[in-house]
Nanobody
C-alpha cells in the first residue's frame, strides 16, 4: 500500500488549502482514509476520516465546520479541504489507511505534507 500526500504550503490565517492523498497498491473497501497532523513538539492527532465504502465521515472537534474530507473512488484519492485556517493548524499532515470501524486506528502511513499558517 502506498499513500502519497500533496498540497501543503504556506497560507495566511483565514485562508484555505486543499490536501490530496493518492492511495494505491491495495483495496480499501473495508477501510477508511484519515488525515492526522503533528505540530512541532506535540503528539500526532486525528483530524478527519472518510469511509472508503459508503462515505461516512468523522472529524476532530477542532476542525469541524472548517475542514471537509471527500473521496474520489475512481481516482483513489481523498482530499482535505481546509478553510478558515488558523495558526494552530500549522503542522505536518499525514494521510493513513485506518480501520473502518473507529476510523482512527492506522494501518498504513503516507509521508507528511507541511502546512504553515501565518498570523
Amino acid at each position: 500500500v502506498q499513500l502519497q500526500a500533496s498540497g501543503g504550503g504556506l497560507v495566511q490565517a483565514g485562508g484555505s488549502l486543499r490536501l490530496s492523498c493518492a492511495a494505491s497498491g491495495g483495496t480499501f473497501s473495508n477501510y477508511a482514509i484519515a488525515w492526522f497532523r503533528q505540530a512541532p513538539g506535540k503528539e500526532r492527532e486525528f483530524v478527519a476520516a472518510i469511509k472508503w465504502s459508503g462515505g461516512r465521515t468523522n472529524y476532530a472537534d477542532s476542525v469541524k465546520g472548517r475542514f471537509t474530507i471527500s473521496r474520489n473512488n475512481a481516482k483513489n484519492t481523498v482530499d482535505l479541504q481546509m478553510n478558515s485556517l488558523k495558526p494552530e493548524d500549522t503542522a505536518d499532515y499525514y494521510c493513513a489507511v485506518v480501520d473502518g470501524y473507529t476510523m482512527k486506528a492506522p494501518r498504513y502511513w503516507g509521508q507528511g505534507t507541511q502546512v504553515t499558517v501565518s498570523s
